[in-house]
């Protein structure tokens, strides 16, 4: 199993505590790298005390911290000038090649940019052409999401897919789909598994954030890792990323090593 991170960097008194928060976030991310962790992702979230509400900003800096792979989780084409971002994610893959991971995700803003310049059909290359003429110069791309017309999406793009967990059900039937697709354009699926996780001694403040919050586990170190090794059995994923929303830095890092290192132990 390779474990990656999503990162929500959310910050109590956001204003105020930014700058000291990153400094001290900055200062532990090594730790991911020697843990033994694939990737960090950064979502897109507004409005809510993230410092990740312009993910694409917080790349570089990233990069130059470590060596993990760094990406988006993803940016909200809504908010975005498509062309733009592709723009900016070909300059970052050429300075950082096979680093960068460039998630898109759609939101709960109004969906007509999304649609029209992702949509099915046969247009599809003029619409959203700079990815076709670029392609060999950008970074790995993903689509978010288990709908359908996102499946169609990442499969019309060749692009890998990341699932939110949302019962191993819905999700067989999502990756059966995407594999079908995938396999009709002979491109080998890639598939990451995104798993919001909670231990009972932090505070319960999930349900401001979405998908995660319907759908993370719940429980002690041991029960979340031998919950995610299942899950990732059953839909043969093996690549897993954990989403925590504490707080404390600290906190949070002390979490990721004690879920590396028991699931080195299972």
């Known amino acids: 199993m390779k474990l990656s991170i999503f990162e929500t960097l959310r910050v109590k008194g956001f204003v105020e505590n930014s700058k000291e928060y990153l400094d001290e976030y900055f200062s532990l991310l090594p730790n991911l790298e020697n843990w033994g962790y694939e990737r960090i992702m950064l979502p897109e979230h507004h409005l809510m005390g993230s410092i990740s509400d312009n993910p ?44 960068i991971d460039l998630g898109i995700v759609d939101s709960g803003q109004p969906q007509k940019n999304v649609a029209d310049i992702l949509s099915v059909g046969p ?32 499969s019309l793009f060749g692009s890998g897919i990341i699932f939110n967990y949302v019962g191993v059900d819905i ?18 699926p890639k598939i990451i598994l995104n798993i ?56 949070r890092f002390e979490l990721y090593q004690k879920i590396i290192e028991s699931m080195r132990n299972k």
């Open 56 to 99: 694409d900003i917080l790349l570089p800096i990233f990069l130059e911290r470590t060596k993990l792979n760094i990406g988006t989780a993803g940016i909200m084409l809504p908010y975005s000038q498509p062309q733009r971002i592709i723009e900016k994610f070909r300059t970052l893959n050429l300075i950082y090649p096979n680093r």
């Open 123 to 154: 247009d599809i290359k003029e619409k959203f052409k700079l990815i076709w003429i670029r392609k060999n110069e950008l970074p790995q791309i993903w689509f978010i999401g288990s709908r359908e017309h996102i499946i169609k999406r990442a």
């Open 196 to 251: 919001g996780i909670v231990t009972p001694d932090e505070d319960n403040y999930l349900e401001s954030l979405t998908p995660l919050s319907n759908n993370c586990l719940k429980g002690e170190i041991n029960y979340l890792c031998d919950t995610i090794k299942k899950i990732s059995e059953e839909l043969k994923i093996e690549n897993i990323m954990i989403a925590s929303t504490i707080y404390d830095n600290n906190q």
């Open 171 to 188: 999700l067989k039937q999502a990756k059966e789909q995407y594999c079908k697709f995938m396999d009709i354009i002979k491109t080998e």
